[in-house]
């Protein structure tokens, strides 16, 4: 490489650089050093309190535990029903790219939009699912279910949520994994006398490991950090029964001003993920690349 193509691509790379270490960087050193200050002025060095408050707080390790349930229960559905929409979709029947269309529509809207939908769908007093289980004799009254303000629905409502917005794109992965297996493979199986199921258990799974794997992983980090629904449904309500990692931190430093604290729960959660993704490509994309 001559001096004029090094010149070059440093002006090419100067942009994204500048970018990395405006909003990426900085603001992680802020993070890290924030987390070992006071939250009241004169931010005096407090050392690993706020690290040692969170590690013994009761909320935040609810928290933690409401973002597992709602990370594997959210995700696990998506995958599956992304899985069965692919699969149907992938057969090319007559008006499946309206209904690929139609399905697709819930990724246009906000996770926001979509909190405030199913909230009002979700509402004991005129909310239309507790209506519809009503007229079918379900549930002896409108509001028998509580959706929203019970804690043993709060999360599951949030989840529902969370499935109705993001099984789309799963879908869509998916279904782009499937349309590129070499149909070559389908037909030698056919040959041999393979049924449908065992081409799916012997040809098509295999082939989607790694296009699911990176799927899952990328909607685990998305649904851990999940915030927008969550707070407009639920708040983290009843109770903190529907509580995440982030509306935890959120009413830290948003309601009780305690920068350094909710920091040391960001910096705590973020090393979690880390920890879980390293695992997770390690186990399971590894034999995959391997298989490949």
């Not at 970018?19 to 070992?36: A, W």
């Not at 709602?70 to 057969?91: D, H, N, P, Y």
């Amino acid at each position: 490489m001559t001096k004029k193509d090094r010149r070059l691509s440093i002006v090419f790379f100067l942009p994204a650089a500048v970018f990395m270490i405006l909003f990426y960087v900085y603001p992680m050193f802020l993070l890290f050093k924030n987390s070992f200050l006071e939250d009241d002025q004169p931010y005096g060095f407090v050392g690993f309190e706020h690290y040692s408050n969170a590690l013994t707080s009761e909320t935040f390790y609810r928290s933690l535990l409401n973002t597992v349930q709602f990370v594997i229960g959210a995700v696990t559905v998506e995958l599956l029903l992304g899985m069965v929409l692919a699969l149907l979709l992938s057969t090319g029947f007559k008006g499946s790219n309206y209904i690929r269309t139609l399905l697709l529509s819930p990724l246009m809207i906000s996770p926001l939009v979509a909190g405030l939908i199913w909230k009002f769908m979700l509402n004991d007093q005129f909310g239309i699912l507790n209506s519809f289980l009503y007229k079918l004799g379900l549930i002896s009254t409108p509001q028998s279910i509580l959706w929203l303000s019970d804690s043993k629905y709060a999360l599951l409502s949030c989840m529902f949520a969370d499935i109705w917005l993001t099984t789309p794109f799963m879908m869509l992965v998916l279904l782009a994994g499937i349309q590129g297996i070499p149909e070559s493979l389908y037909e030698a199986a056919r040959i041999d006398g393979a049924n449908k199921a065992q081409s799916f258990w012997h040809i098509t799974l295999p082939s989607l490991k790694p296009v699911i794997l990176v799927a899952v992983a990328i909607r685990m980090i998305d649904a851990a950090r999940s915030f927008d629904i969550i707070w407009v449904m639920t708040q983290g309500g009843p109770n903190n029964a529907s509580s995440l990692v982030s509306t935890v931190i959120y009413k830290a430093i948003a309601r009780y001003n305690q920068e350094g604290y909710s920091s040391a729960m960001a910096i705590i959660f973020m090393i979690i993920l880390l920890g879980i993704c390293s695992i997770f490509m390690k186990h399971f994309w590894s034999p995959a690349k391997k298989a490949a």
